[in-house]
């Protein structure tokens, strides 16, 4: 029989980024020559070191969960949406094969997350239902959602709405706003007022929504597991959403105040310097120029909750900036192109604590542009 002196717990995650070690053995008295491992249709092998097997899913699980490159490929349609790729069920087959050619086999399978946690972070994520921080600022009239692992029915204790989800997601998403279809009160009030309804890109604003204004009480109704939004009302600013350490997605709307400059390289030049000095114009000529524009964002007294929210951005493996709303075509193909990847510049964040306990945060991200190169 198959014994495991250490083999991560049951009841949490299995974080894809972070070390995740079974160390086990045979009580049989065969001598054991190799193990196989089958996890996700990959099959490997390990041999033993004095009769005992090590081995971390770290590099299989952070592999497979950078298969898509951390791509957003669901459509914000407001409600429920499946993401398979934020969560799911991983299951090892274990086989010891000895020398007399006999085997042994185990299997066990694990919940896991593409996240990852920190050293000083000691209470593992259990398997609440809660793929996300536990409270949230989302801004109104802008793209947001939040993940959750097997939902079945999120409850807003403030007003009364519920989101239902009756299928078996291991991971989904709900989006509580498209970025078309919520407006600010002002516009709201103009539309009831007139009676009719205000339309921008085909999409009317006076429709019920999962969140109010201000702070949202939330639950998970069948774990009674309890969580936070925070809704502020829309602004102009600079809008960016980024994967974040759970594997899920962060969005924060930036201060409109920003600076924005294109910095430019020449990439090699050749020389024409052939020719006499009446007919010369130049020695030199470039064969063409690299070039990215740099925007420098801040956002202003940050709390500890939002502070928690926004500092995963520096050092997410994916950033996207948003771009606008979704053309009048409406078109599911056509989501994508509202985002734009950008990297968030490597260097110092600055951070500034003010006198009451609220932060200030500036840093600089930069984006692709194109040259005649």
């Given at each position: 029989m198959i014994t495991f002196s250490k083999k991560p717990e049951s009841g949490y995650f299995l974080e894809a980024f972070n070390n995740n070690v079974f160390v086990f053995q045979s009580d049989s008295v065969e001598t054991p020559l190799y193990c196989t491992i089958e996890m996700l249709n990959v099959t490997l092998e390990i041999t033993p070191i004095n009769g005992v097997f090590y081995f971390n899913a770290k590099e299989a699980l952070s592999v497979y969960a950078f298969s898509e490159k951390f791509e957003d490929n669901e459509r914000p349609i407001i409600g429920f949406q499946e993401d398979s790729d934020i969560a799911g069920i991983?299951?090892?087959?274990?086989?010891?094969?000895?020398a007399n050619a006999s085997?042994?086999?185990y299997a066990?399978?694990?919940?896991?997350?593409?996240?990852?946690?920190?050293?000083?972070?000691?209470?593992?994520?259990?398997?609440?239902?809660?793929?996300c921080l536990p409270y949230l600022t989302a801004f109104r009239g802008y793209p947001f959602d939040f993940a959750l692992y097997f939902p079945s029915e999120i409850a807003n204790d403030k007003n009364g709405q519920t989101a239902t989800e009756s299928n078996s997601l291991e991971g989904a998403r709900l989006f509580t706003s498209d970025g078309q279809t919520e407006l600010s009160d002002f516009?709201?009030?103009v539309s009831q007022i007139a009676s009719s309804f205000f339309v921008v890109n085909n999409c009317c604003s006076v429709t019920p929504s999962f969140l109010d204004l201000g702070i949202n009480p939330l639950r998970i109704t069948n774990t009674q597991v309890k969580f936070t939004i925070e809704l502020k009302d829309i602004f102009d600013g600079v809008y960016l959403k980024w994967i974040n350490e759970f594997g899920t997605w962060?969005?924060?709307?930036?201060?409109?105040i920003y600076l924005a400059e294109t910095q430019a390289s020449t990439q090699s030049v050749y020389s024409v310097d052939y020719l006499d000095i009446s007919e010369t114009r130049t020695v030199e000529l470039s064969t063409g120029k690299k070039a990215q524009d740099v925007i420098s964002l801040n956002a202003q007294s940050l709390n500890d909750n939002e502070?928690?929210?926004?500092?995963?951005?520096?050092v997410s493996p994916r950033v996207e900036l948003y771009n606008g709303v979704y053309n009048d075509n409406n078109d599911v193909a056509d989501f994508k192109d509202f985002w734009q990847t950008v990297q968030?510049?490597?260097?110092?964040?600055?951070?500034?604590?003010?006198?009451?306990?609220?932060?200030?945060?500036g840093f600089q991200i930069s984006k692709n542009r194109y040259t005649q190169n």
């Open positions: 991983f299951d090892f087959d274990f086989t010891i094969t000895f085997t042994e086999s066990v399978s694990y919940n896991y997350t593409r996240g990852v946690q920190q050293i000083n972070e000691i209470k593992k994520r259990v398997q609440t239902g809660l793929l516009i709201t009030r962060n969005y924060w709307l930036f201060s409109s502070m928690k929210q926004v500092k995963s951005i520096f968030v510049e490597d260097g110092s964040v600055l951070i500034k604590a003010t006198k009451r306990n609220l932060v200030n945060v």
